[in-house]
């Protein structure tokens, strides 16, 4: 089929557009016709059955994936001055939870395979700021470690454990990208999903690109009943029981103010469509596979990309496809390929630019391009493609169309082997 004909079928392609069927559409209003819309029933449903998904003892239920983190380095103790090692190639959040306590993110370079947190890299940042080789005060303690699923393809959380305890740290696993999602070290392992033990606290995004959402929304899974019981007091103001406990016809109205919490908690409505969405997650999961394969297979000869690898040791969430230009061939840079991608109707993305590139970063701290050289190479070069359970195939189909066009016009081709 031709650029042209696929033109007159689809105009534009969305970055994402999430997945609700009418069963999400009959909880919302039921949920509304109750008349209770806050933190209840339905928000309790949800965290059951969500730690049930994950194999976690515990789930906490709040407005998003940073309200999670932020509450999880909270209940760990994170004090100010103390150290955190962070990868450098991530979201605003996770680095930012650490600065609200008034820690100090050490910025951790990423993999150039997988773009996950290098533990090579950490342990050499460690080091370094032993040695007074780094931005931060040398004599600052390291007392924990964040790492990222980055797209959904899980790091070997065997190998942070081990690092973890090497170095007396505890771990708190941003899996924003990740559910459902697992690893295996080795083919004869069993799988582990994210946040089946795999972290003193994982964490969870149900915004609305993710996997699975509720609009906005996040979960805290552990399997310490002490930091459960943290976070949950933490997430509503620190008082000693929630709305529901206090309104509902066997609670009672008293309540105590047993620390200064925030305000974080999930509420049913939000609840009534991740219900309904956890049923479907690996549905979601599998839909999008289909499409990332399609991509693989419809780009995979264009030598002036590289693609994302695949491994048969890791169950893929594939919260996204990211692609990247080997821009040594090509006659255009990364931004004048997005804006001729958006030209053309596909709303494309990139993730992210690193956080030592950051003017808050650089200013406050001192990163510079040279601290992670891995990351400041490959950010340039990203591109993250539309990716979604209910694209149609003409959809997919102008997308590779598109990409294909672009390399014909300002890449130098040669055939992959």
């Given at each position: ?21 009418q ?11 109750s008349?209770?819309?806050t ?43 103390q ?17 609200y ?14 773009l ?12 370094m ?10 004599r ?7 790492p ?5 393809f ?18 708190v ?5 990740a ?9 004869r ?5 994210a ?8 964490c969870?995004s149900?915004y609305?690109?993710k ?18 019981q ?14 529901w ?16 919490g925030y ?43 590289e ?16 692609i990247?230009?080997?821009l040594?061939?090509w ?7 997005l804006?001729?991608?958006r ?5 494309a993305?990139?993730?992210?630019r ?6 808050y ?7 510079a ?9 490959i950010?340039?070069r990203?591109?993250?493609l539309?990716l ?15 990409v294909?066009?672009?390399?014909k016009?300002y ?7």
């Open positions: 089929m031709s650029f042209d004909q696929l033109s007159s079928r689809v105009k534009e392609v969305p970055f994402f557009r999430p997945s609700i069927t069963a999400e559409i009959d909880e919302v209003v039921a949920c509304l016709r008349g209770w819309l933190t209840g029933p339905r928000v309790k449903q949800f965290e059951q059955g969500f730690a049930q998904a994950v194999g976690a003892k515990h789930a906490v239920a709040v407005n998003s994936c940073t309200a999670a983190l932020h509450l999880a380095v909270e209940a760990l103790g994170l004090r100010a001055g150290v955190v090692l962070v990868p450098t190639l991530t979201f605003a959040a996770t680095a930012e939870v650490v600065r306590l008034g820690g100090l993110p050490l910025l951790v370079d990423c993999d150039p395979r997988t996950n947190l290098d533990l090579n890299d950490a342990a050499k940042k460690m080091r700021l032993r040695q007074g080789k780094t931005p931060l005060d040398p600052a303690r390291v007392v924990g470690i964040i990222v699923h980055v797209a959904g899980m790091m070997d959380m065997d190998q942070v454990s081990q690092f973890a305890a090497e170095h007396g740290l505890w771990v696993e941003d899996a924003a990208h559910f459902p999602a697992a690893y295996r070290p080795h083919s392992a069993p799988w582990r999903r946040g089946e033990g795999t972290a003193a606290v994982t969870f149900f609305a690109n996997t699975i959402t509720t609009g906005e929304g996040g979960m805290a899974v552990t399997d310490n009943p002490q930091l459960a943290r976070m949950r007091q933490m997430s509503l103001h620190g008082l000693s029981q929630d709305a406990n206090r309104y509902r016809a066997a609670g009672n109205w008293d309540y105590q103010i047993l620390a200064p305000k974080y908690n999930l509420t049913d409505v939000a609840a009534a469509l991740g219900i309904h969405q956890l049923a479907r997650a690996e549905y979601l999961r599998q839909k999008r596979a289909e499409w990332a394969a399609r991509y693989l297979e419809k780009l995979g000869f264009l030598d002036a990309l693609l994302p690898g695949d491994d048969p040791n890791r169950l893929h969430a594939w919260h996204l496809f990211v990247r230009l080997r040594e061939r006659t255009i840079d990364r931004n004048i390929f804006g001729c991608l030209a053309g109707g596909v709303h993305s990139v993730h992210w690193p956080l030592h590139l950051h003017p970063y650089q200013q406050s701290f001192g990163w391009p040279e601290s992670c050289p891995v990351a400041t190479e950010w340039p990203l591109i993250s539309p979604f359970p209910d694209m149609r195939a003409s959809e997919h189909d102008l997308v590779v169309s598109q294909q066009t672009l390399a016009k890449a130098s081709l040669r055939q992959a082997a």
